[in-house]
């Protein structure tokens, strides 16, 4: 775990935050069939139902993540992103205990989440069921199939 990793609102302007949200979305579009890339981009993640959030090691971009209002008892989780060079050393986590934060804080009694099944995705279900993150059905218009998977987390 990176010590005094510090994570804050984020107003989506800065230029590092910028750089690791289109890799985010390169690297979906890579891994994701064109349908199935539900990653949205900075215009979107600017608006006023979801909280964006940049983790910060010193002046360093660590990663990004964001809490997605659904409803007032519901959450999603959207844009968990390392940058590369903090992959495997905490930050993921970091982040995610900071949206369950929000969440909490919030009052939702639930956060889901939509990711894909293959490898690259792994790592991400690791991490989300050390957390207590189950499957679950389809939530929103999400569609569970071969590479589709949706995760829940009762708060």
Same mark, same amino acid.
Do not use: C, N
């Given at each position: 775990m990176i010590e005094n990793? $510090? @994570? +804050?609102? /984020? /107003?989506?302007? #800065?230029?590092?935050?910028? %750089? &690791?949200?289109?890799?985010? &979305?390169d690297e979906m579009q890579q891994w994701s069939p064109a349908c199935k890339v539900h990653a949205m981009p900075a215009e979107r993640l600017r608006e006023p139902d979801v909280l964006f959030f940049s983790a910060w090691d010193g002046e360093t971009l660590a990663g990004c993540g964001? @809490?997605?209002h659904? /409803? %007032?008892?519901? #959450? +999603?989780?959207?844009?968990? $992103?390392? %940058?590369? /060079?903090? $992959? #495997?050393? #905490?930050?993921?986590? %970091?982040?995610? &205990? $900071?949206l369950l934060e929000e969440a909490s804080t919030r009052g939702y009694k639930r956060v889901s989440l939509e990711t894909g099944r293959p490898e690259p995705f792994q790592a991400a279900h690791a991490l989300y069921r050390a957390h207590d993150f189950a499957e679950c059905p389809p939530f929103g218009d999400y569609v569970s199939d071969d590479f589709s998977l949706c995760m829940t987390k009762e708060l």
């Open positions: 990793l $510090r @994570i +804050e609102p /984020d /107003d989506l302007t #800065g230029e590092a935050v910028l %750089a &690791l949200l289109q890799l985010h &979305l964001a @809490i997605k659904l /409803d %007032a008892h519901h #959450g +999603e989780l959207k844009s968990m $992103r390392a %940058a590369p /060079d903090y $992959r #495997g050393k #905490g930050v993921g986590k %970091a982040i995610l &205990l $900071r």
